[in-house]
C-alpha cells in the first residue's frame, strides 16, 4: 500500500514559489540550508540559494507530504491535473491574505474559490 511522500509543483522559479506557499500555509516552512548544502549547490555553480533549481518546503512538525518546488524550462500551458484544496475558518480573509501574497482569483463558486499563485497553478480556497 503506498502513501503520499511529496507534492512536486513545476515552477519557473522554486524559490519565488516555495516562498508563496510557505507563507500560504500553515505549519510549512522553507527548509534550512546547511554548510552542506550550500557546498552542494556551490559545486553545481549555483553560489545564491535563490537560484536553487529544487526547493523544499517542510512541515514544521515534521509531518508528510513535503512540497518541492523543481525547476522546469517550459511555461505552464493547461489547467492542472491535480490541485490542493485549502481549507480555512474565514474563506474571505484567506483568500485575501493570499492575494496579498500574490495569488490571484480564477473564479468563484457556491463551495469553493478557484484561485492561481504567482506561477500559474491552481488551487481552491473551500468555504467553511
Known amino acids: 500500500m ?3 511522500k511529496d507534492i512536486v509543483f513545476d ?4 524559490a519565488s514559489a516555495a516562498r508563496f506557499w510557505a507563507q500560504a500555509l500553515d505549519d510549512y516552512e522553507i527548509a534550512p540550508y546547511d554548510d552542506e548544502e550550500l557546498t552542494r549547490l556551490r559545486s553545481l555553480g549555483i553560489d545564491d540559494p535563490e537560484d536553487d533549481p529544487t526547493v523544499l518546503l517542510v ?8 512540497i518541492f ?5 517550459e511555461d505552464k500551458r493547461a489547467k492542472n491535473r491535480v490541485h490542493l484544496d485549502l481549507s480555512t475558518t474565514d474563506t474571505a480573509e484567506e483568500v485575501k491574505r493570499l492575494c496579498a501574497l500574490g495569488a490571484t482569483v ?8 478557484t484561485m492561481q499563485d504567482p506561477h500559474g497553478n491552481e488551487f481552491c480556497v473551500m468555504r467553511s
Open 2 to 4: 503506498a502513501s503520499i
Open 11 to 14: 515552477s519557473p522559479h522554486p
Open 59 to 66: 512541515g514544521t512538525d515534521s509531518r508528510l507530504p513535503r
Open 69 to 73: 518546488f523543481q525547476r522546469v524550462p
Open 106 to 113: 480564477q473564479a468563484v463558486h457556491e463551495d469553493w474559490i
